[in-house]
């Protein structure tokens, strides 16, 4: 397989991408990794995975587990994730929205980004009923397998569509997910039609989810907000009767504003 165009580019450093696939390893295996676990993962060699970690460690990018033999993402990282968050005005400015939404519905809501094939929560407001893992930012979901991705994708063009389709590999987090690509077209041009996509039990078993596309000052959708309720509390066409107008009103509200992006 060839490397992608970018890493390829003389302007790309091999050696900092090694030491940022480092602290990527741990996206799949939470928890402490030994570097022997660390160099099959990243498919590195172990002395120079010993040289990077040591680095991480001194700039307090990784942390030593408590056998202080295993590594584990260092608290620096918080530190990241702060400057991102306070740097999107989007975020800003959509935070009291979705706290109001939350309060207004009951249900959880959450802001996801758009990141082509991917869309990532940013903010997420949860109820009580909640899992500990959808309460936390930076969760990625496959943009054409989420209600949200597919609220992206009905404000693009079929070319672009097809295009996201085509380069998509990921696997479905449920056996309810819809799959094939012709079914998820037509559920995007029913988005078009109805202003917001609905998903069943595509993320988890049992939820439903709802979402509506933001876009920025020149129409491109960048993020969508998603309500996600229940399906032991209520059908599908009764949450999208009394949350869909709801939804619609938050993102309009939030679209074509200047400086989104």
């Given at each position: 397989?060839?490397?992608?165009?970018?890493?390829?580019?003389?302007?790309?450093?091999q050696s900092l991408a090694k030491g940022?696939?480092?602290?990527?390893?741990?996206?799949?295996?939470?928890?402490?990794?030994?570097?022997?676990?660390?160099?099959?993962?990243?498919?590195?060699?172990?002395?120079?995975?010993?040289?990077?970690?040591?680095?991480?460690?001194?700039?307090?990018?990784?942390?030593?587990?408590?056998?202080?033999?295993?590594?584990?993402?260092?608290?620096?990282?918080?530190?990241?994730?702060?400057?991102?968050?306070?740097?999107?005005?989007?975020?800003?400015?959509?935070?009291?929205?979705?706290?109001?939404?939350?309060?207004?519905?009951?249900?959880?809501?959450?802001?996801?980004?758009?990141?082509?094939?991917?869309?990532?929560?940013?903010?997420?407001?949860?109820?009580?009923?909640?899992?500990?893992?959808?309460?936390?930012?930076?969760?990625?979901?496959?943009?054409?397998?989420?209600?949200?991705?597919?609220?992206?994708?009905?404000?693009?063009?079929?070319?672009?569509?097809?295009?996201?389709?085509?380069?998509?590999?990921?696997?479905?987090?449920?056996?309810?997910?819809?799959?094939?690509?012709?079914?998820?077209?037509?559920?995007?041009?029913?988005?078009?039609?109805?202003?917001?996509?609905?998903?069943?039990?595509?993320?988890?078993?049992?939820?439903?989810?709802?979402?509506?596309?933001?876009?920025?000052?020149?129409?491109?959708?960048?993020?969508?907000?998603?309500?996600?309720?229940?399906?032991?509390?209520?059908?599908?066409?009764?949450?999208?009767?009394?949350?869909?107008?709801?939804?619609?009103?938050?993102?309009?509200?939030?679209?074509?504003?200047?400086?989104?992006?």
């Open positions: 397989m060839s490397e992608r165009p970018e890493r390829t580019n003389t302007l790309f450093v940022l696939g480092l602290l990527e390893a741990f996206a799949d295996r939470p928890g402490p990794l030994t570097l022997n676990e660390l160099a099959s993962i990243c498919d590195m060699d172990r002395s120079a995975v010993q040289r990077m970690a040591h680095t991480l460690v001194a700039l307090g990018y990784l942390e030593r587990g408590a056998n202080g033999k295993a590594f584990l993402p260092g608290k620096k990282i918080l530190e990241r994730t702060f400057d991102y968050l306070r740097s999107v005005p989007l975020l800003e400015r959509a935070t009291p929205l979705i706290v109001d939404l939350q309060k207004e519905s009951g249900e959880r809501v959450e802001l996801s980004l758009f990141d082509d094939l991917t869309i990532i929560f940013a903010l997420r407001r949860q109820t009580k009923r909640q899992t500990y893992t959808t309460t936390l930012i930076g969760r990625r979901l496959a943009t054409i397998h989420t209600a949200s991705g597919r609220a992206v994708m009905s404000h693009m063009s079929d070319e672009q569509v097809d295009d996201i389709l085509a380069r998509s590999t990921s696997q479905p987090l449920t056996r309810k997910a819809v799959t094939d690509h012709d079914q998820i077209r037509a559920l995007v041009r029913q988005c078009r039609t109805d202003g917001y996509a609905v998903a069943a039990e595509e993320s988890m078993l049992g939820e439903i989810n709802l979402a509506s596309a933001i876009l920025d000052h020149e129409g491109r959708p960048i993020a969508a907000i998603d309500i996600s309720g229940s399906l032991a509390d209520w059908s599908i066409d009764d949450f999208a009767r009394r949350f869909a107008p709801l939804l619609m009103s938050g993102t309009k509200a939030l679209s074509g504003k200047p400086g989104l992006s």
